[in-house]
């Protein structure tokens, strides 16, 4: 949402009221300092270890009042999270235009990725505006029968913040992945935290975590940023702690996941986010996750999806390790996603400006 609300900020017409729901604050506010945004609204209706049925009723009553108070000409809203679900149901009651941004977004799977997959379904049926980061989701759209003329294929902002944030200086040793500054290694960087691989998914995956750290001890160096989420927490080190070549750190902020991104020999990753920005800094992923709502990074072969069984992780990890023709083809820079304009688009369409249109490889027009 960042290049958005700075692509607004400098549309003399708009006028942009942030507001924020408190979900994972000590990951947000890291964010919001980083790309300089003011917060208008902050509700603080997150409790620990919530669920989405009462985090929704909150949600819904807190976002009322602040609709009412700012009576907006627009609600826009981004992503599958809950909070972007109760703030275009909130919108739609108020009988205010909703724009989603990352619509389009599709695994066909309403369980993987649970609950974002019911969540973008909900938005994009309620949603007035809808802007598709690539021609797949706009065909995912359409057979949805939304309304052509309401889909605006922009790229997706996530490509806007990856190149601004790239952009900015980095040092490893002001920072806890100091260590790697002075490994020889080959850097894995890892993420698990989906809700559908917790419990005996995240077992697999870290019993093949364990494995191919043992396997590579003198070759790789793993590091896995552990979720906050308490059913993450425990069992990624449980399993994990104390192993020599893995790096168990805190959340990173977003600079510095994008600096271990950019050095990383390749990923395996369970978030959506990465799917789009690996292909964009040409490093190799392996997904791990059952299905995935970012089919372009498959297609294209940036990324292979694994799964969550322990054999085919550790089969496929050791593959990218093993085969240098293999890597060299899946490690190219691929611009799958958007060509970093995503913000301006968006904001251009909601101002009645003229816009760009957006050149996609062709991979990401199949069907």
Excluded at 324 to 330: A, E, F, G, I, S
Aim: aromatic share 4%.
């Amino acid at each position: 949402m960042a290049p958005v609300i700075h692509a607004l900020e400098n549309e003399p017409l708009a006028q942009c009221v942030v507001c924020i729901t408190g979900q994972h604050e000590e990951l947000l506010n890291p964010l919001l300092s980083l790309f300089r945004i003011r917060v208008d609204h902050s509700l603080r209706v997150m409790t620990h270890n919530q669920q989405p049925c009462g985090v929704t009723a909150k949600l819904l009553e807190s976002l009322e009042k602040v609709i009412l108070a700012e009576r907006p000409d627009c609600v826009l809203v981004q992503g599958d999270t809950t909070s972007a679900t109760a703030g275009c149901m909130a919108g739609c009651y108020s009988k205010i235009p909703v724009g989603h941004i990352e619509a389009g977004l599709r695994s066909h799977n309403k369980h993987e990725p649970f609950p974002e997959e019911v969540n973008r379904r909900i938005i994009d049926a309620m949603a007035d505006i809808h802007f598709a980061p690539t021609a797949i989701d706009e065909q995912n759209l359409i057979r949805e029968c939304v309304k052509p003329a309401s889909i605006h294929i922009t790229g997706n902002t996530c490509v806007d913040a990856l190149r601004y944030v790239s952009s900015l200086p980095f040092s490893y040793e002001d920072s806890v992945l100091q260590q790697l500054a002075f490994t020889d290694k080959r850097i894995i960087l890892v993420t698990v935290h989906r809700r559908e691989n917790h419990g005996e998914p995240l077992q697999q995956i870290c019993d093949a975590i364990r494995i191919v750290a043992r396997r590579y001890q003198n070759r790789a160096h793993l590091v896995l940023p552990v979720h906050p989420n308490p059913n993450v927490t425990a069992a990624v080190w449980r399993q994990l702690g104390g192993i020599s070549n893995i790096t168990l750190t805190p959340p990173l902020g977003y600079r510095e996941l994008i600096a271990v991104a950019e050095s990383c020999h390749f990923a395996m990753v369970d978030s959506g986010g990465l799917q789009e920005e690996l292909p964009c800094l040409g490093k190799p992923a392996l997904v791990l996750r059952n299905v995935t709502d970012r089919p372009g990074s498959i297609l294209a072969g940036a990324a292979k999806l694994v799964g969550t069984d322990t054999h085919a992780i550790v089969s496929s990890f050791t593959e990218l390790m093993e085969d240098p023709v293999l890597y060299q083809r899946m490690a190219q820079h691929r611009d799958l996603y958007g060509d970093g304009k995503a913000g301006i688009r968006i904001a251009n369409i909601l101002a009645g400006q003229p816009t760009p249109v957006v050149q996609e490889p062709v991979v990401l027009r199949a069907a």
